[in-house]
């Protein structure tokens, strides 16, 4: 899991990987991060999540594959609000090199964000990055 309570953007370290075979390839992309939301002795809590690219041995760069998730409890008593969430998108890389892909996630308000929970022994915790090629 990868957890933060910092309100700039934080790599998470779960990565997808695809090596496109055309130049005009879009790649599409859809991620399923599994969050976790949580804050103590207050009613709200937010944060983002954003995919990012990497060609080769470049920088990383935006997506457009972000989104935010939060919950607000009106009794001020504090909350975890937790699931599994999907962001779609299409991406053009523009490249035949490999293409990291990796979650970023960032805390708005409340006391952290965390990717990857566990609630009991029997169910996963486990956030995906699937990728494909649709050929230009």
Same mark, same amino acid.
């Given at each position: 899991s990868a957890e933060t309570p910092s309100t700039a953007w934080v790599a998470t370290g779960i990565k997808g990987y695809i090596t496109p075979t055309r130049n005009?390839?879009?790649i599409f992309i859809l991620a399923t991060p599994n969050v976790m939301m949580y804050e103590n002795n207050s009613n709200q809590s937010?944060?983002?999540i954003k995919v990012t690219r990497k060609i080769g041995s470049g920088s990383v760069q935006d997506t457009n594959v972000v989104s935010q998730v939060g919950n607000? #409890?009106? &009794?001020? @008593?504090?909350?975890?609000?937790y699931g599994n969430y999907c962001l779609t998108g299409?991406?053009?890389p523009?490249?035949?090199?490999?293409?990291?892909y990796e979650f970023y996630v960032?805390?708005?308000?409340g006391e952290g964000i965390r990717l990857g929970y566990q609630l009991s022994? #029997?169910? &996963?915790? @486990?956030?995906y990055i699937t990728?494909?090629?649709?050929?230009?």
């Open positions: 005009d390839s879009k937010h944060g983002s607000y #409890d009106y &009794g001020g @008593n504090g909350m975890i609000m299409f991406d053009s523009n490249t035949t090199e490999q293409i990291e960032k805390r708005l308000s022994a #029997d169910q &996963g915790s @486990n956030s990728m494909m090629e649709i050929a230009g």
